[in-house]
């Protein structure tokens, strides 16, 4: 099982440049996730899919967008890049309502935008 | 206001034992979620207490206590390989299907 599979892993970007970060699941998860994780801070939430079809905003929302294509993927989109959003993504997904379930994560997407 | 708080960072001796605590302000949640996260990789998820008390899987241990609204995760016979940073994180209740995340506790084992 591959698990969360997370596209590119590395990236740099020049400020004002698009670009979309792919995730795939193939857990037959329904829920899925994405974060943002600064140098030294914990995770934080951008958008998240509770299951096919629907998305809400997490805590960090402004400056991204996201489509839940089918149940296995889940992109994120940055329409025009800032150096703000440099970050490392992490896209993650689980079963469970209630995290009993643990989420499983991606190995990450390290965006540099200059 | 709800979040999780955690020390910044705990340092211990290799086969020693280490607790990482947790403290939170919430009105409700689901339950607490530890996970691990080396330096440059994924978090991976090592336990989940729903109800107060004592969970154990091998060398950890996770703890919650709804009342003093605190939870621990609790490491044995620390490895080196333990060296990594430890997150506490919840799911609360009315609030959508969001895990938020404490600040994390950078946890160095040295010889």
């Known amino acids: 099982n591959a698990g969360v599979t997370q596209t590119p892993k590395f990236q740099v970007l020049k400020t004002g440049q698009s670009m979309t970060l792919q995730c795939a699941q193939d857990m037959n998860h329904n829920s899925m996730y994405w974060y943002r994780q600064d140098p030294g801070m914990g995770l934080r939430l951008i958008y998240y899919s509770a299951s096919e079809g629907t998305t809400d905003k997490g805590e960090v929302p402004n400056g991204y967008n996201v489509s839940r294509l089918n149940k296995r993927e889940f992109s994120l989109r940055l329409e025009s890049a800032a150096p703000s959003q440099t970050s490392v993504y992490f896209c993650a997904s689980t079963e469970g309502m209630t995290a009993n379930y643990g989420y499983t994560f991606g190995s990450g997407t390290r965006l540099t935008v200059v | 206001g709800q979040s999780l708080e955690q020390p910044s960072e705990v340092t211990a001796v290799e086969g020693a034992i280490v607790q990482i605590n947790c403290t939170y302000q919430?009105?409700?949640?689901?339950?607490l979620s530890w996970y691990q996260q080396h330096d440059g990789g994924a978090p991976t998820f090592l336990s989940y207490?729903?109800?107060?008390g004592l969970e154990e899987t091998g060398r950890f241990s996770s703890f919650l206590s709804r009342s003093d609204s605190y939870g621990y995760l609790l490491l044995q016979e620390l490895q080196m390989k333990d060296s990594a940073s430890y997150f506490c994180?919840?799911?609360?209740?009315?609030?959508?299907?969001?895990?938020?995340f404490g600040t994390g506790t950078q946890l160095k084992v040295e010889l």
């Open positions: 207490n729903g109800l107060d």
């Open positions: 919430t009105s409700g949640f689901y339950g």
């Open positions: 994180a919840y799911i609360l209740t009315g609030g959508g299907n969001k895990l938020t």
